[in-house]
């Protein structure tokens, strides 16, 4: 089969699981979809185990055809980006920008070595001598959160302004960051030079402040050109340009394209939205990419879900896979912590806060992508043929598909929670300011 009828098939698959879902099931859509996915994998790796059928190497064929890092990085990625920043709102962003810094920052930096840090030292207990630059580099890549993952199952559950803003602003803004760390340690992993302090800054600077700028020149550029025109469907088409042939050109050009995507969002969701779309343009706009979004995510998470076909799995990789879920949990936790630490000195947070962000912060197809990057051949356990992209790629599928599944669905309920301790706190706050009210003296 050619790459486009496979991905109609896997298209149409998507939306029967979605279709069942809303009938007979009450999950979150992507989360339904990479369950069924994950399920139909294991019934082809057991039914090929015991012999019944064999369609695991078909299936993985078809599937490596695709190319799931090139499907994501450099296809979809941008109009999912694009699509979940046109609804952030920015003064939001404003009200917690230290909050995202500091975990986008931060809480990367941190997570990172604690993940890589624990890895290398259970692993080493456990006789599997797989070196620090290799736990590190696992740390960097699974360390920032997901941006199409949380906008995907956190963005829509209502959860409380500020909490809501800081996941879904630290997913957007940290993967500049994650980049450079992994690119970084990736030169040190598997480069023939070290990189050096100079080198990593000139990356930070050409990748992400670059995009950011690129993103903010591409968002005036079409601002101007949506303005230019009452045509609402060469508004729509135009607002189309800036994930296909903007995003494109942002690689060509060496920047972050999923950092411009999101700025370019964000100035056409919150700047030329109000300027240059009528009301019913405004309808349309949000109903078109939330179609695209919708659609997009439904093939995404459905290939998260198959992409364990890929995979040879052996017995230490399915302790591999027990052990990191847990330590990456535990350094998302102690890095969000070790900010509100800081954090709580200023200012007054719901009490579910770093709950959620910890439960929140999931992991997705940016972090298998960026694993599947890990070159193939460095072996650490040779006389079973286990090397070093063997064990990254699936402590990454663990983690993520727990992410996605167990997360996703703890979210919910902890959402809820956190709505209900908001409105404590604002009858609170509500109640003090009354009482301030009628402690003041009458104006004679």
Same mark, same amino acid.
Request: with cysteine.
């Given at each position: ?108 930096? =941190? /997570? @990172?070595? !604690?993940? +890589?840090? #624990? ?6 207990? &456990?006789? $599997?001598?797989?070196? *620090? ?29 500020? =909490? /809501? @803003?800081? !996941?879904? +602003?630290? #997913? ?6 994650? &980049?450079? $760390?992994?690119?970084? *340690? ?51 088409? *135009? ?51 939330? *179609? ?153």
């Amino acid at each position: 089969m050619t790459v486009y009828t496979t991905l109609c098939f896997l298209a149409a698959a998507a939306i029967a699981i979605s279709f069942i879902n809303s009938k007979i099931g009450n999950m979150q859509t992507t989360i339904a979809i990479t369950a069924g996915a994950v399920a139909m994998s294991l019934i082809i790796v057991v039914a090929g185990q015991n012999n019944w059928f064999n369609l695991k190497d078909i299936a993985a064929d078809t599937l490596n055809a695709i190319s799931f890092d090139e499907f994501l990085l450099k296809g979809v990625l941008g109009f999912l980006l694009f699509a979940g920043a046109l609804g952030v709102k920015l003064p939001n962003l404003k009200d917690q920008k230290w909050e995202i810094t500091g975990l986008a920052l931060v809480g990367t930096l =941190v /997570s @990172t070595a !604690i993940i +890589g840090g #624990s890895i290398w030292y259970i692993l080493q207990l &456990l006789g $599997i001598q797989l070196d *620090l630059i290799y736990c590190l580099l696992f740390g960097s890549l699974i360390s920032p959160t997901d941006p199409i993952a949380v906008l995907a199952i956190v963005k829509k559950l209502n959860a409380p302004k500020r =909490v /809501s @803003t800081q !996941i879904e +602003g630290e #997913s957007l803004f940290n993967d500049g960051f994650g &980049l450079v $760390i992994f690119v970084s *340690l990736f030169a040190i992993a598997f480069g023939t030079e070290a990189p050096t302090v100079g080198g990593v800054i000139e990356l930070f600077l050409h990748e992400a402040v670059g995009g950011i700028l690129y993103g903010f020149v591409l968002g005036l550029v079409f601002h101007f050109l949506i303005c230019a025109t009452d045509d609402h469907s060469m508004e729509l088409l *135009l607002t189309l340009a800036i994930p296909t042939a903007g995003y494109v050109l942002a690689d060509l050009i060496g920047v972050s394209g999923p950092l411009a995507m999101v700025v370019c969002g964000i100035m056409i969701g919150n700047w030329t939205r109000h300027i240059g779309f009528s009301k019913d343009s405004e309808t349309h706009l949000d109903h078109f990419w939330e *179609l695209v979004d919708e659609f997009l995510n439904g093939v995404l998470f459905l290939l998260i879900g198959l992409s364990m076909l890929q995979f040879t799995f052996h017995q230490e990789d399915w302790l591999l896979m027990v052990i990191a879920v847990p330590v990456v949990l535990a350094a998302r936790y102690l890095s969000v912590k070790g900010c509100f630490l800081v954090f709580n000195r200023y200012r007054t947070y719901n009490p579910m806060t770093i709950k959620l962000l910890t439960v929140g912060g999931l992991r997705g197809g940016l972090a298998l992508a960026m694993a599947m990057a890990v070159p193939a051949g460095y072996m650490v356990i040779p006389e079973k043929n286990i090397d070093v992209k063997e064990i990254i790629l699936v402590m990454t599928y663990a983690v993520v598909v727990f992410s996605i599944l167990v997360q996703g669905s703890m979210v919910t309920n902890m959402v809820e929670k956190a709505n209900a301790e908001q409105k404590l706190m604002d009858g609170e706050e509500a109640s003090s300011q009354q009482n301030i009210d009628n402690t003041k003296p009458i104006a004679e």
